[in-house]
Every structure is written in C-alpha cells, then in structure tokens.
C-alpha cells in the first residue's frame, strides 16, 4: 500500500517513481521548489497590524496575474496601465468540465432542501460517456470533501462554503443566498477537476456520475459507525500527544498559515464592513435625488440647476450600483474563499502531525521495549513511508496553493482597481458636465440681461 501511494504521488506531481521511496537514493532530498525562509514568508504575507471588530461574513463566489512591468510606449493613466496587465498563458489541458446550474427545492414531511443540477463533459477514457447529469444537495458536497480529506490527509482539498447560515445574513432560502451557494459549490467542484490528484478521484468520479439511487447506496459503503468513532478517539490521542519534532520546512510553514489566517480575516472583516456600509450610503444616495426634485417644483429660478443635481446623483447611483456588483462578485467571494482555505491548511497540518505523532509513538515504544519488537519494527517501517508520503504530498501540493492563492489574490484587487477607476471617472464626467451647463446657463442669463 505504501509503496502503491509513493508511486501515485510521484507519477501525480511528475516525479520519478523511486523518488518518493524511504530506501531509494536521495529520498530525502527536498522537492524542487520547497518553502522558503520565515523571514521570507512573513514579508509575503498581507500585511495589516490592528485588530478589527467582529462582523459578520457569508461565502460567495472569483486568477494571476503578473504586475511586474509596463511597456514605456504604452499610456501612463492608472486605467490604461491596469489593461496592460496581462495573465499568464497556460496551455489549454482540460479534459473534464464541471457545471453547477438549476438549484431546486424539494419539500418532504422531514425537510425542505435544495438540490444542485450538475453537468460533466469529458473526454477521458475512464468515464463510460462524455457527459453526465445528476442532482446533488449540500450533504452530497460534504461527503465528498471527507471523502478527498480520508483518501488524501495531507493534500490541500477546496474548501466548501459554510453549511450554517450566519446570523443577521439573508434567509436559508433567499435566492440571493442560493446563488452564492451556487457558485461556491461550482468552484469547488472545479478546484477539485483541476487538481492533478484529486481529479482521478474514484469517489469525485462517483460524484458526479452515479445516478441517486447507486449514489445512496454508494455513501453507505465504509467503515461503520464504531470504526469512525474509535479512528476519531486514536486522532484525538495523538493530537493531544503532540509531535515532538516537527521538521523545519513544516514549522516555517505553519507560521506561515497563522500569519496569513489573521491578516485573511481581518481583510474579510474589513472588505464586508465595507460593503455592507457602501450599501447603505447607496441606499441614503437614492433617497437624496428625488428630494431636489421636489424641491425643484416650488423654487422656479433653482428648477434646472435642482433637476441638473438630481439627474447627477442618479447617474452616480447607477455607477455606485454597478461598483458594488463588481466587489460583490470579484473581490469578496475571493478573500472569503481564502480564509475558508485558511481553516483547511490548519487541518491539513493537524493531520499530518498526526501521521507523525503516530510514527512517534510506535518508535517510543520500541524505545522502551514495551511491545513485541518484531512487530512494532514492521508497525515503523510502514509508518516511515506513510510520513514520507505524506510530508511529500503536503511540500508538492503547498506549492501549487500558495501560486494559486496570489494568482487569485492578485486578480481580485487588480479587478478592484479597476472598477474603482471607472467608478470615479463616471462621477467624475457627470458633476464636470453639470457645473459646464452651470456656466453655460450663467452666460445666457447675463446675455439676456445686457438686451
């Protein structure tokens, strides 16, 4: 089995087989692109150092590019120098489409729930038809994700959105709040069919072929209840031990998980204060046009200029409106996505100490010869490769995250900017416009006045 897992992951992130094995030659050597030094890390992590009061978030649904150089001959305008940011060509490889669409209610004498229609499209030869249909609720997704988490411990799995509705957000039930679930479980979906490993799944593959009824029957297969709760209570031991030396690289990347936990949230926290204070001057806006119109019907020298005021501040709720859309969709769905990320790199790294610890203890043991020794030194060298196999998992996959992470990252502040550039270059264009027909009417009048 261990070697089995070598092999795979090896083959997975395009490495020699014999790399991943505990006896083979420079087995211990250390992925190309490994991580970097603390001091190193930090600096790349989002830097914001004072604490922010609580808000509540939701999850919603969002690419990288690279800011390092403008072209001389190209415009110098802050818009002009945005639209010359280009991504990254990458070659065109996908072999599996994944579409989450049609989300629709089901009401039983139990519950009420709402299903996910899910379409696949591929051309892989392990599928036994090009495209599939099948409908999937929340609970589905979540089988899932503990199927991935159980198949693969130290592999970075796409986070889902939360299950719970958070307090003072829309209804479980609002369309607004289908929609976000929406696009969050399509994401997932396609985070999982673009990751080398996770991808070739056999139950991803179940997920999103098998009819209900083989589905069901599918989910029901495993270890019982009572092999669930012993494994949970032997996790819980050995996390509770500890691990007595965790390696360099995975200390320097633990720090950097903290690090970018807090400053993740803080940013989530900040962005939907934000937004949520943005809506209500929107709202505040609407209500403050129609009053200068008003206005305008009992003062006759003032009606154009009132009206004039009145037809600006529709123009700038209109691009207001259009500015919070595009933070609605690019930029919050992203920063909130990542601190979901955040909470599954804590696990991920609670698990492999876990492997570790177990590893420990068995070695400890021996140590102290409290067991049949033949036995435990069969029990180690399988738990040798099973962390080896997992510290290798971990290293390969932490590089493919962490390019992601500032592809994402980038792209939606660089979206950002330019919406806020367009936004105030609209405002800016209305309230010129109006103060030239100011002086323009300022002009006739004193022209009429000289006849």
């Known amino acids: 089995m261990e070697g089995e897992c070598r092999a795979s992951q090896a083959r997975s992130w395009g490495l020699p087989a014999g790399g991943a094995g505990r006896d083979s030659p420079g087995g211990d050597a250390p992925l190309p692109g490994s991580i970097s030094s603390s001091a190193l890390l930090q600096t790349e992590v989002l830097d914001l150092d004072e604490d922010e009061d609580d808000l509540e978030v939701f999850s919603k649904d969002a690419s990288l590019m690279d800011m390092n150089s403008f072209s001389p001959l190209m415009p110098t305008s802050p818009l002009s120098m945005i639209?010359?940011?280009?991504?990254?060509?990458?070659?065109?490889?996908?072999?599996?489409?994944?579409?989450?669409?049609?989300?629709?209610?089901?009401?039983?004498?139990?519950?009420?729930?709402?299903?996910?229609?899910?379409?696949?499209?591929?051309?892989?030869?392990?599928?036994?038809?090009?495209?599939?249909?099948?409908?999937?609720?929340?609970?589905?997704?979540?089988?899932?994700?503990?199927?991935?988490?159980?198949?693969?411990?130290?592999?970075?799995?796409?986070?889902?959105?939360?299950?719970?509705?958070?307090?003072?957000?829309?209804?479980?039930?609002?369309?607004?709040?289908?929609?976000?679930?929406?696009?969050?479980?399509?994401?997932?979906?396609?985070?999982?069919?673009?990751?080398?490993?996770?991808?070739?799944?056999?139950?991803?593959?179940?997920?999103?072929?098998?009819?209900?009824?083989?589905?069901?029957?599918?989910?029901?297969?495993?270890?019982?209840?009572?092999?669930?709760?012993?494994?949970?209570?032997?996790?819980?031991?050995?996390?509770?031990?500890?691990?007595?030396?965790?390696?360099?690289?995975?200390?320097?990347?633990?720090n950097f998980i903290e690090i970018f936990s807090h400053k993740i949230n803080l940013i989530d926290k900040i962005s939907q204060r934000i937004y949520k204070e943005e809506?209500?001057?929107?709202?505040?806006?609407?209500?403050?046009?129609?009053?200068?119109?008003?206005?305008?019907?009992?003062?006759?020298?003032?009606?154009?200029?009132?009206?004039?005021?009145?037809?600006?501040?529709?123009?700038?709720?209109?691009?207001?409106?259009?500015?919070?859309?595009?933070?609605?969709?690019?930029?919050?769905?992203?920063?909130?996505?990542y601190v979901l990320y955040s909470e599954m790199l804590m696990a991920v790294m609670k698990r492999r100490d876990q492997i570790q610890a177990e590893l420990d203890s068995k070695v400890e043991a021996l140590t102290s010869k409290k067991a049949d020794t033949d036995l435990l030194t069969e029990e180690i060298g399988k738990l040798e490769d099973k962390v080896e196999c997992a510290n290798n998992a971990l290293k390969a996959d932490w590089d493919r995250w962490r390019q992601n992470m500032q592809n994402d990252i980038k792209s939606a502040f660089t979206n950002m900017a330019e919406e806020n550039i367009l936004y105030y270059e609209q405002c800016l264009a209305t309230w010129e416009s109006f103060l030239t027909s100011q002086t323009d009417l300022h002009l006739e009048e004193a022209s009429e006045d000289k006849l």
């Not at 409908?135 to 159980?150: A, I, P, T």
């Not at 119109?293 to 709720?317: G, R």
């Open 83 to 254: 639209n010359q940011v280009k991504f990254e060509d990458e070659p065109d490889l996908k072999d599996l489409f994944i579409t989450v669409d049609e989300p629709e209610s089901h009401v039983t004498t139990i519950e009420t729930f709402i299903t996910y229609r899910i379409i696949t499209k591929t051309s892989r030869g392990e599928f036994d038809s090009s495209e599939f249909e099948v409908r999937r609720r929340y609970q589905d997704f979540l089988w899932l994700k503990e199927k991935l988490e159980e198949a693969h411990p130290t592999l970075i799995i796409p986070p889902l959105p939360e299950k719970f509705i958070v307090k003072g957000m829309v209804e479980r039930f609002n369309d607004d709040f289908i929609e976000t679930r929406r696009k969050a479980l399509h994401k997932f979906l396609n985070r999982i069919a673009d990751h080398p490993t996770l991808t070739f799944n056999e139950d991803f593959k179940i997920f999103l072929t098998a009819e209900a009824w083989e589905f069901s029957s599918h989910k029901k297969q495993g270890p019982g209840l009572l092999s669930r709760m012993g494994q949970s209570v032997r996790a819980v031991a050995l996390s509770m031990k500890g691990v007595k030396s965790r390696p360099e690289e995975f200390m320097e990347m633990n």
């Open 279 to 337: 809506r209500e001057y929107l709202d505040e806006m609407k209500e403050y046009g129609p009053i200068h119109i008003l206005w305008s019907a009992s003062e006759e020298d003032l009606a154009d200029t009132l009206k004039s005021v009145a037809s600006c501040i529709d123009e700038c709720c209109k691009a207001t409106e259009k500015r919070m859309s595009g933070l609605s969709e690019a930029l919050l769905p992203v920063v909130h996505e």
